[in-house]
């Protein structure tokens, strides 16, 4: 089936994070294979938003015509709540959810409370939910009251890739992939290196420090505190090609975050073999295959420090993880397969009657 929809994210689409990726390579996927797909890029400041964003979003809505299928990325909901139960009446709204914004580390105790009220009633009156894990599926209809007949769920895919020859020195290149927010943890896993010091090591993080400047300030300031200025370079947000060259040369792959939606930095690293090691935050505890990496619970830099020192100390442990990657690595789901995917749970709100 083909069709036309309409996609409204928060900023530009070609940001490199995972939930923007997955937008954009299902855009791709879905006008390759005959989908118009008409994508809108909000402007202002998202997801706290201020007014002047809120009715830039609403305008933007205002302009979808009567009946189309229009898919909300969730990051871009606090913009658009306030006219949802209008709109819902002439437009078919689908919603998709990387994981719920209320679940976001780092969000405010105070007003947790009302960015979930807010989910409940946006949930509410969508035709169907997309979800990226099953783990965020059994979150909204365990805790936000979604029928799980109206959740769909459409996890990220991964192209292949051959196995990552690593980095071929005598101390062994840790690469991080994530933005510099508090979910990530980045602060959880330098104190976890600075407990393992006395063996050679060398961490790279992918990632952007300036989208939550203050954490980015707080990672830094913990490297100099920590006296690993000299171990760990902070690259910045990179392109696809200098990503896929870091992926390459690294031997080991690290991801220490307090909760992922699905976690598809993980599963780029396993479908290159790369021995990972990473946490049991949200999907991760579900969507890593079994055997595919060592996992510990999130914000526990002991037992992280634990299950890194015998993979750096050992190239034999590196390569029996390693090995372990590239049969899982087999699992995973292209991204053709799951752009098909999409595609049907596009079919079923079309479908669905309000």
Request: net charge negative; with cysteine.
């Given at each position: 089936m083909t069709g036309a929809l309409h996609l409204l994210v928060p900023g530009r689409l070609d940001q490199r994070t995972g939930g923007y990726l997955y937008d954009a390579r299902m855009v791709a996927g879905l006008r390759a294979t005959g989908w118009r797909v008409d994508v809108?890029?909000?402007?202002?400041?998202?997801?706290?938003?201020?007014?002047?964003?809120?009715?830039?979003?609403?305008?933007?809505?205002?302009?979808?015509?009567?009946?189309?299928l229009c898919v909300i990325d969730g990051l871009a909901m606090p913009g658009v709540a306030g006219v949802l139960w209008a709109e819902r009446m002439r437009l078919r709204i689908v919603h998709l959810i990387h994981h719920?914004?209320?679940?976001?580390?780092?969000?405010?105790?105070?007003?947790?409370?009302?960015?979930?009220?807010?989910?409940?009633?946006?949930?509410?009156?969508?035709?169907?939910?997309?979800?990226?894990?099953?783990?965020?599926?059994?979150?909204?209809?365990?805790?936000?009251?979604?029928?799980?007949?109206?959740?769909?769920t459409v996890v990220p895919g991964t192209d292949p890739r051959p196995a990552a020859r690593g980095s071929g020195a005598a101390t062994p290149t840790l690469v991080c992939v994530g933005t510099l927010t508090q979910r990530k943890g980045h602060r959880i896993l330098l104190d976890a290196l600075a407990t393992i010091a006395d063996l050679p090591w060398r961490?790279?993080?992918?990632?952007?420090?300036?989208?939550?400047?203050?954490?980015?300030a707080a990672v830094r300031a913990r490297i100099a505190d920590l006296g690993l200025g000299e171990r760990v370079d902070l690259a910045g947000e990179v392109d696809a090609a200098t990503l896929e060259a870091l992926y390459d040369r690294a031997d080991l792959f690290v991801l220490p975050s307090f909760y992922e939606g699905y976690g598809m930095a993980v599963a780029e690293a396993i479908a290159r073999g790369l021995p990972t090691v990473t946490t049991t935050g949200g999907a991760l505890a579900v969507s890593v295959p079994e055997g595919a990496a060592v996992q510990?619970?999130?914000?526990?830099?002991?037992?992280?420090a634990a299950a890194l020192r015998p993979l750096l100390a050992d190239p034999s442990a590196r390569e029996a993880l390693a090995a372990r990657a590239l049969v899982a690595a087999s699992t995973l789901p292209t991204w053709d397969f799951q752009v098909a995917a999409f595609a049907a749970e596009l079919a079923h709100a079309l479908e669905a009657g309000r």
């Open positions: 809108h890029e909000l402007p202002g400041r998202f997801p706290d938003v201020d007014p002047a964003t809120c009715q830039q979003a609403e305008t933007r809505l205002a302009r979808i015509p009567d009946g189309a719920p914004l209320s679940r976001e580390t780092g969000v405010d105790p105070a007003i947790v409370p009302a960015v979930e009220n807010l989910e409940r009633a946006a949930f509410a009156m969508a035709r169907r939910i997309i979800v990226t894990s099953p783990f965020t599926a059994a979150t909204l209809a365990a805790e936000f009251g979604v029928a799980p007949d109206r959740i769909g961490l790279v993080c992918a990632g952007s420090a300036d989208r939550d400047p203050a954490t980015g510990v619970p999130p914000g526990d830099a002991g037992a992280l």
